[in-house]
Nanobody
Framework: QVQLVESGGGLVQPGGSLRLSCVASGSIFRIYVMGWYRQAPGEQRELVAT???????NYTDSVKGRFTISRDNAKNTVYLQMNSLKPEDTAVYYCNADVRNWATSRYWGQGTQVTVSS
């Protein structure tokens, strides 16, 4: 089994910053793509950013220039640095990872709440 645990969410004022972390543990041979998704109330879950094992990144247009995804392969950890936060960034943020153990499967964390409000 593989567990993903997110941390770093909270309440922040517009224009502020937060850094999310997600640590993967358990039966892991290798982690390929890692990513962050978010889901606002009444909305579908949407992609925020992804990063390959080699460091290639991809962002949804609404966060380009404000958010930065990074990872530490030795620690099985992915980060999301969020700057210039806006009220529309309010959502539950989920990390995921494509993990190879006996097969390659996608795992999800439990989510962390990010609220941007004055």
């Amino acid at each position: 089994q593989v567990q993903l645990v997110e941390s770093g969410g909270g309440l922040v004022q517009p224009g502020g910053s937060l850094r999310l972390s997600c640590v993967a543990s358990g039966s892991i041979f290798r982690i390929y793509v890692m990513g962050w998704y978010r889901q606002a109330p009444g909305e579908q879950r949407e992609l925020v950013a992804t990063i390959t094992r080699g460091g290639t990144t991809n962002y949804t247009d609404s966060v380009k220039g404000r958010f930065t995804i990074s990872r530490d392969n030795a620690k099985n950890t992915v980060y999301l640095q969020m700057n210039s936060l806006k009220p529309e960034d309010t959502a539950v943020y989920y990390c995921n990872a494509d993990v190879r153990n006996w097969a390659t499967s996608r795992y999800w964390g439990q989510g962390t709440q990010v609220t941007v409000s004055s």
